[in-house]
């Protein structure tokens, strides 16, 4: 939460100078990866329709980042949005950033016709899903992986 001390986060679209910030987010969340690669990343995201990353700054340093695209289904007729990716400082979890990082994901889902936001977390990840549940998010089914090559 804000305090006159702590001001509130500005949320804005992700630019090519964040981008060592967004390597570190990810590495802080588990994903080692390095500029030139997170670079590569982006510019490979960015380039997609439907597709956006957004970052929370706080006095001109990025705390937070979040990758979100547009998707539609077979057994709805709305878009809905997917949380690809969200990371915060590990200073800044439990401040309200990442509450307000969330949302602004739902307002860029809203903006583009998502009737709602989808997101998948690590079973380890127990503080992201008490975070998530905390802001209106329900726990609704299993998500199954198969890596097909390394």
């Known amino acids: 939460m804000q305090t006159p001390e702590r001001p509130a986060p500005t949320i804005r679209p992700a630019r090519d100078a964040d981008?060592?910030?967004?390597?570190?987010l990810a590495t802080h969340m588990g994903y080692p990866t390095n500029e030139?690669?997170?670079?590569?990343?982006?510019?490979?995201?960015?380039?997609?329709?439907g597709y956006a990353t957004?970052?929370?700054?706080?006095?001109?340093r990025v705390v937070s980042f979040a990758g979100m695209m547009?998707?539609?289904?077979?057994?709805?007729?709305?878009a809905y949005a997917r949380l690809l990716s969200l990371s915060v400082e590990?200073?800044?979890?439990?401040?309200?950033?990442?509450?307000?990082?969330?949302?602004?994901?739902e307002a860029w889902a809203r903006e583009r016709?998502?009737?709602?936001?989808?997101?998948?977390?690590?079973?380890r990840r127990d503080g992201a899903h008490r975070f998530y549940e905390r802001i209106?998010?329900?726990?609704?089914?299993?998500?199954y992986l198969k890596k097909l090559a390394e």
Not at 36 to 49: C, F, N, T, V, Y
Not at 70 to 78: A, E, I, K, P, Q
């Open 90 to 105: 590990p200073a800044e979890q439990g401040r309200g950033t990442g509450a307000a990082r969330m949302a602004a994901v």
């Open 113 to 123: 016709g998502a009737g709602s936001v989808h997101l998948t977390t690590a079973l």
């Open 136 to 143: 209106g998010y329900a726990h609704t089914g299993r998500r």
């Open 36 to 49: 030139a690669d997170m670079r590569a990343r982006l510019e490979r995201i960015g380039a997609l329709p």
């Open 70 to 78: 547009l998707g539609w289904s077979y057994v709805n007729d709305r």
């Open 54 to 60: 957004l970052v929370a700054e706080i006095d001109g």
């Open 19 to 24: 981008v060592p910030a967004i390597a570190a």
